[in-house]
């Protein structure tokens, strides 16, 4: 009886000396991770910049479907996301329009630590160059299909766009793909395109 007592005190007097470790005691003796949340890209640029060009109703290439309407859509997403907003649709988005636009007017707004992105839905063209090379152009609503070096907007005048802007970063999103053009596009084939079916499975 006196050993199990003197079992029973002893166990008492350690339950008495007992003091739980406090959680900052613990965090003092291990390794602890704080994590930081991840900056906003708000944060990362001082204004943001949308140009939304869509064209549906061409005077001299087939008409598209859908461009419009989705232009509108685009734009209303645009400007949750905080964007300043230019839209050219049809008639608006003639070539003049759109160099002033990206050429002229972007230029003078954009800052340093701007982003800007430059949405194009309408039609594309490649022109096969004497060298042996290819030059892209997007082609506004008044462009004609038998002058593409003058009525389009060459690849090379893109780079253009992007060299007068002093933005942090500068995104385009061209939706001018030939692949779909029989499902989707209405009216006929340019009579310059003769090598029409080559063009769309290249």
Known sequence: MK???????????SLLAYTPVDAASKAKRGVQITSKPSPSLD????????VIIRINAYDKWPS????????????????????YTTILLDNYATRENILKVLGDELPK??????RVIIFFAGHGQTEELADGSQMGYLVPVDSDTRNIFSTA????????????LPAKHVLYLIDACYSGLGLTRS?????SDRDYLNKITT
């Open 3 to 13: 050993a199990l007592r003197f079992i029973m005190l002893i166990g008492v007097l």
């Open 43 to 50: 944060s990362l640029y001082s204004h943001s910049y949308a």
């Open 187 to 191: 009216g006929g084939i340019p009579p």
């Open 109 to 114: 707004k954009v800052e340093k630590n701007d």
């Open 64 to 83: 598209l479907e859908y461009a419009v309407n989705d232009a509108r859509s685009i734009q209303k997403r645009f400007k949750e996301m905080g964007f």
């Open 153 to 164: 907007i060459s690849m090379d005048q893109v780079r253009q766009f992007s060299r007068r």
